[in-house]
């Protein structure tokens, strides 16, 4: 059973930035499209970055994009999201998910994930 556990979550001030890692186990990964999404209370879980199994294609969330960038170690089994600008608005749980099946494109729906980390707080202050 694949697990996904994610780390790098902190308080920080607007403007800031932070990486946050999420590390795979319990099954090969590499060959799968991954994601980051982030969860506010009361609202639906969000898309913010995917990237492909050969890391050829990343996507981003209009929200973040120019400001975040997704990574991926495949002999590590890493995955990375690289923030930097951060807004308040971007205070958040965020989740790792892995997808793992073969799909060309990157999935967007929290939905098309099958496997999720437990997340990590982000909190940015103004």
């Known amino acids: 059973q694949v697990q996904l556990v994610e780390s790098g979550g902190r308080l920080l001030q607007a403007g800031d930035s932070l990486r946050l890692s999420c590390a795979a186990s319990?099954?090969?990964?590499?060959?799968?499209?991954m994601g980051w999404f982030r969860q506010t209370p009361g609202k639906e879980r969000e898309f913010v970055a995917g990237?492909?199994?050969?890391?050829?294609?990343?996507t981003y969330a209009d929200a973040v994009k120019g400001r975040f960038t997704i990574s991926r170690d495949n002999p590590k089994s890493m995955v990375y999201l690289q923030m930097h600008s951060l807004k308040p608005e971007d205070t958040a749980v965020y989740y790792c998910a892995l997808r793992r099946t073969l799909v060309a494109s990157i999935p967007l729906m929290a939905d098309e994930y099958e496997y999720w980390g437990q997340g990590t707080q982000v909190t940015v202050s103004s």
């Open positions: 319990g099954g090969p990964v590499s060959m799968y499209p």
């Open positions: 990237i492909t199994w050969d890391s050829g294609h990343t």
